[in-house]
């Protein structure tokens, strides 16, 4: 089981963000007009709410969870020696809420344009990241010497059963 290490918090400022930047995309939108209104007068502020309050993000000892969604609710769990990328991404509409995305891309992902997951307006992200970094190097360590072990452990398995067939043949000459 893995144990946890780190609770991400998120920066309220997401909320404001969320409103703001789908108020813009759906009035400059011809066909969004209409949803404008109605996201204007209630829908737009209980959405954005319910969002930042879906937010979850965990560091455990073996991976990086996290949650979000409103109707459609979406939980990544990537394995840490999985990770291979770690990218701040900031624009000036998101410094002016004060928010970065950490994107994280994992081994395997081809399509250098796509990540296995967004991770919008963690506070103190830098520190974040630097914890989601040690931990995996910890992580690999211990594999590694762990693999060691068990190598080792597999020649003294070997050697010792070297040894018992030379004593049986040397019992038996006797």
Known sequence: MSERILLATFNPG???YIFIYISLISFFSIVGIPFFFIWIFGLGKFVSKKYYTNLKCELTSHHLKFKKGVFSKVE?????????DLTFIENPFLNYFELKILKIET?????????????????DCTAFKEAVLNQREQLKERDSS??????????????????RDLLKVITNKE
Do not use: F, R, V, Y
Request: charged content about 20%; glycine content about 4%.
């Open 14 to 16: 997401i909320k404001k």
């Open 107 to 123: 081994a395997g992902n081809s399509n250098s344009q796509l990540s296995d997951m967004k991770l919008m307006g963690i506070l």
């Open 76 to 84: 990544k769990t990537i394995p840490l020696d999985n990770i291979q």
């Open 146 to 163: 762990a693999k060691i072990h068990a190598d080792s452990s597999t020649n003294s398995i070997e050697l010792l059963t070297e040894i």
